[in-house]
């Protein structure tokens, strides 16, 4: 009697099956390793369309994919300690391959006059800031803080990067700014700040991050709708 060589020769699709299947006789095997739960590796495996070559091509479905993350998730779970060559051969195909020349990241230098050259958003706003070692000089268009930012609260914003890493007095600033309020240009100016030191000394990003410097703030003014007075206020109901 002839008999198929694949044991999953009959299912909906093999070739899945097949991976599926030597994948569980390898977690079968260690299930009594000690593992963290709490590790995920999502992103360190192949994509559905990278799969597919090995994995069914056009049988493959979603459900497939997901479920074959969740295992390799399971198996590299186990403690690194315990790994044996086993395991990792198991899990070498559907592992991402890694493109150095895309995954370098390029880090910004200083300009060849020593200044770090940031630019900051925030709502409507927009600001290039150029930041230099120096005495403590801080001109927005060429103007001084004081005069641009009348609001004590937006100039107490735009210094407090620099008063996170105890800076003030230690860097001349020069801000482009344009669009917006002065909201949104403070905001602006501070993120493009935060971006400056970090060039300067990568030692104060994690301070940076903490005191919030570094944290994008998307919110934007809400539109109007039609039929309603403002964004969200709508003129008073009358029955008849």
Same mark, same amino acid.
């Given at each position: 009697?002839?008999? #198929?060589?694949?044991?999953?020769?009959? +299912?909906?699709?093999?070739?899945? !099956?097949? &991976?599926?299947?030597?994948?569980?006789?390898?977690?079968?095997?260690?299930?009594?390793? #000690?593992?963290?739960?709490?590790? &995920? =590796?999502?992103?360190?495996?192949?994509?559905?369309? !990278?799969? *597919?070559?090995?994995?069914?091509?056009?049988?493959?479905?979603?459900?497939?994919?997901?479920?074959?993350?969740?295992?390799?998730? $399971?198996? *590299?779970?186990?403690?690194?300690?315990?790994?044996?060559?086993?395991?990792?051969? /198991?899990?070498?195909?559907?592992?991402?391959?890694? &493109?150095?020349?895309?995954?370098?990241?390029? @880090?910004?230098?200083?300009?060849?006059?020593?200044?770090?050259?940031?630019?900051? $958003?925030? %709502? *409507?706003?927009? +600001? =290039?800031?150029?930041?230099?070692?120096?005495?403590?000089?801080?001109?927005v268009n060429n103007k001084s803080l004081n005069e641009?930012?009348?609001?004590?609260?937006?100039?107490?914003?735009?210094?407090?990067?620099? %008063?996170?890493?105890? *800076?003030?007095?230690?860097?001349?600033?020069?801000?482009?700014? $344009?669009?917006?309020?002065?909201?949104g240009q403070a905001g602006a100016i501070v993120s /493009?700040? /935060?971006?400056?030191?970090?060039?300067? &000394?990568?030692?104060?990003?994690?301070?940076?991050?903490?005191?919030?410097?570094?944290? =994008?703030?998307?919110?934007?003014?809400?539109?109007?709708?039609?039929?309603?007075?403002?964004?969200?206020?709508?003129?008073?109901?009358?029955? @008849?």
């Amino acid at each position: 009697r002839v008999t #198929p060589t694949s044991p999953t020769f009959f +299912a909906s699709n093999p070739p899945h !099956e097949l &991976n599926m299947l030597k994948l569980n006789e390898v977690l079968n095997k260690y299930i009594s390793f #000690p593992y963290d739960a709490s590790q &995920n =590796k999502s992103g360190s495996w192949i994509s559905m369309k !990278e799969y *597919a070559m090995i994995g069914g091509g056009s049988r493959l479905k979603i459900v497939h994919h997901q479920e074959l993350v969740s295992l390799l998730n $399971r198996i *590299a779970a186990i403690d690194p300690q315990l790994q044996n060559d086993e395991i990792t051969n /198991a899990l070498q195909p559907f592992k991402k391959q890694d &493109n150095s020349t895309s995954s370098t990241l390029i @880090r910004k230098q200083l300009d060849e006059f020593g200044r770090a050259v940031c630019v900051g $958003r925030r %709502k *409507a706003s927009s +600001a =290039k800031v150029y930041l230099v070692k120096g005495s403590g000089e801080f001109l927005v268009n060429n103007k001084s803080l004081n005069e641009v930012f009348p609001s004590l609260a937006d100039r107490l914003k735009i210094l407090f990067p620099l %008063k996170v890493v105890d *800076a003030e007095g230690s860097y001349n600033v020069f801000a482009k700014v $344009r669009g917006g309020g002065t909201t949104g240009q403070a905001g602006a100016i501070v993120s /493009a700040i /935060a971006q400056g030191l970090i060039i300067h &000394n990568p030692l104060l990003k994690a301070r940076l991050y903490k005191a919030g410097c570094m944290t =994008k703030d998307h919110r934007v003014v809400e539109r109007k709708k039609a039929g309603k007075r403002k964004a969200r206020k709508s003129p008073t109901w009358v029955k @008849r």
